[in-house]
């Protein structure tokens, strides 16, 4: 036995020896630059890769939505990074307040771009091809198709092979079938027909759509614009850059992009409900009357602005997202000069219009002015002296308000929040607990503040609206290339690729023989029912009884989509 285990090591040693040898000597090609870089394209263009890209677009737009974002509001953002010093830079360096406008979003962004080019590309070319070029030979058995069935002519029907597939023929291109004939074929001529490109084309649309979206999309960031704008009842806007209240620009914007024209806030109405229990008092419609031009020289419109019902001026589109109250008052500094006068809009606090109220008269001398406080539409005072609004229509304006002197850090050039009051390096001239007591006004009546340093007075209150302001020169190309996706989606969801053969014969006996056959590509739950179809209506053709037209069992193991044309 040991003898024999000897002599099979023996004799395998040479063998594992040589192997060795053989491995040794192999050696794997060297991909150089060339062939890497069609590794890497290779790679970035497959649908698997794209699909990747799309998920991780939609996961790198978290951020966006969980941190403020400095195009939209820099000051949340610089408040942000204050109050959360320990992380607050950090996510700053990575970008996470730039999201959209970040290098790691574009790069995503323009991977998934360049990857569904390469994608759509030669599959277009490769379905041009396939469109153009003629349906499949016929297979040698049809029998292996997965629906498959013979039928008889009559001999006495007088309808020879030959003009059997060209009946055939004729009724498969009304059925819409693109249709060759194979009269070559000796004494056995056969025809295959084809239909449902319209699958793969509507795969294409879908996913040039997701390119024309993406393109869309990038060019509203590049070249749009947004902004803010409070108009009060007879103030007018004009789109300049000045004009507004906050501007968020585009990467790519220009200022040359603005066409000047003009919105005007002839009157603005406010419907509330007096009827419901529990609603009483809210607002239930908005409606502001405004006087538009497109241009300086364009003759004026009168238009109605109502919330959801944007008016587009200029290539924008002028949305209504607030309102409140602006009480008028005129402000006169020590030396009895007129330092401010007009409307100072009332920031929204509470239920029945409730607002604050801030007012900076850094015209005033030989101290700026300073007053803070809030208007109520329908004042009440509660026994303990608290005021409160009882109504949101204006049935008892009144106007509450703390004064101050000092400098309010104005000429230092540092951006402020236009509705809020720093106190701190102010001295107070009226307050609660001082004993020149508050200041309360009515329409109509005025105050003189302590120590000589001016007068206000409350001329009466109009009413304000808030208005976005938003220019996206991609966004109906968005919505149409949004739509194509949608519509391509259900063309290759709903439209099925099918191959039907038919092939017919003589018999000794004079009689025609038909056999055909079906093949879908992919899954079709619908074949069955158009081979029985495709059976009626050629029965229907050629007349024949239902005895002549009786169905031949498909095979009970057919074919998959492959299994003809290895017999081709």
């Known amino acids: 036995m040991s003898e024999r285990v000897n002599i099979e090591n023996k004799q395998s040693a040479p063998v594992d020896g040589k192997l060795a040898e053989a491995k040794a000597e192999a050696a794997l090609p060297a991909l150089g630059p060339k062939e890497m870089l069609r590794w890497a394209w290779t790679q970035l263009t497959s649908m698997r890769t794209a699909l990747f890209l799309l998920l991780l677009l939609a996961v790198a737009a978290v951020p966006g939505s969980l941190f403020p974002q400095r195009p939209a509001n820099p000051s949340v953002v610089t408040q942000y990074i204050k109050d959360n010093p320990d992380y607050g830079k950090l996510l700053d360096s990575l970008q996470l307040y730039d999201v959209y406008s970040s290098a790691w979003f574009s790069a995503i962004y323009l991977l998934l771009f360049i990857s569904l080019i390469g994608c759509v590309v030669p599959r277009a070319i490769a379905h041009y091809k396939a469109m153009r070029s003629q349906p499949p030979r016929t297979p040698k058995r049809l029998s292996r198709l997965p629906e498959y069935g013979t039928m008889v002519i009559p001999a006495g029907a007088g309808l020879p092979a030959s003009d059997a597939i060209h009946s055939a023929a004729g ?3 009304k059925r819409g079938y693109r249709v060759e004939v194979r009269d070559d074929d000796g004494a056995r001529p056969s025809l295959g027909a084809e239909r449902g490109f319209l699958k793969e084309v509507g795969n294409l649309v879908f996913h040039t759509s997701l390119i024309g979206v993406l393109v869309s999309v990038a060019a509203g960031g590049l070249f749009g614009y947004s902004g803010q704008r409070i108009l009060v009842e007879g103030d007018t806007f004009v789109n300049t850059l000045v004009g507004y209240d906050q501007f968020n620009p585009g990467t790519n914007f220009q200022s040359s992009q603005l066409q000047p024209y003009s919105v005007q806030l002839d009157k603005f109405d406010i419907t509330f409900d007096r009827e419901s229990e529990g609603k009483f008092g809210q607002p239930i419609d908005f409606s502001a009357a405004v006087t538009t031009k497109e241009n300086p020289d364009s003759p004026a419109r009168q238009e109605i602005l109502k919330v959801n019902d944007p008016i587009t001026l200029g290539g924008t589109s002028i949305y209504l997202t607030g309102n409140g109250y602006a ?3 005129t402000i006169r500094d020590g ?3 007129v330092a401010m006068q007009g409307p100072v809009v009332a920031k929204l606090q509470g239920d029945n219009y409730y607002s604050s109220v801030v007012i900076k008269v ?3 001398r030989p101290d700026q002015l300073g007053f803070a406080g809030f208007f109520l539409p329908t004042a009440f005072v509660t026994d303990e002296g608290v005021s409160f609004s009882g109504d949101p229509e204006l049935f008892n304006p009144q106007l509450t308000l703390n004064s101050y002197y000092g400098d309010l850090g104005l000429d230092d050039g540092a951006p402020q929040n236009v509705f809020e009051l720093d106190v701190q390096d102010l001295t107070p001239l009226n307050a609660r607990n001082l004993d020149a007591g508050g200041i309360t006004l009515t329409p109509g009546t005025s105050y003189t503040l ?5 007068t206000i007075s409350f001329d009466g209150v109009k009413r304000y609206i808030g208005v976005d ?9 968005a919505l149409i290339f949004a739509l194509l996706a949608v519509a391509g989606l259900i063309l290759s969801l709903y439209v099925n690729r099918r191959r039907v053969w038919v092939r017919t014969g003589t018999h000794e ?4 023989m038909v056999e055909y056959g079906l093949l879908a590509r992919g899954e079709d739950h619908r074949l069955a029912a158009e081979a029985a179809a495709l059976r009626k209506l050629l029965a229907d053709e050629w007349q024949l009884d239902p005895e002549q ?4 069992s498909s095979p009970t193991t057919p074919a998959g989509p492959t299994g003809p044309e290895k017999d081709q």
């Not at 006996?509 to 025609?512: A, E, I, K, P, V």
């Not at 037209?549 to 031949?552: K, L, Q, R, Y």
């Open 549 to 552: 037209a009786a169905t031949t």
């Open 450 to 454: 302590p120590d000589g340093k001016g």
């Open 335 to 337: 030396a009895g000069n």
């Open 509 to 512: 006996d004079g009689r025609t």
């Open 327 to 329: 009480p008028v008052v």
């Open 171 to 173: 009724l498969l291109k």
């Open 362 to 364: 850094p015209d005033a």
């Open 469 to 477: 302001i938003h220019h996206n020169p991609g966004q109906l190309y």
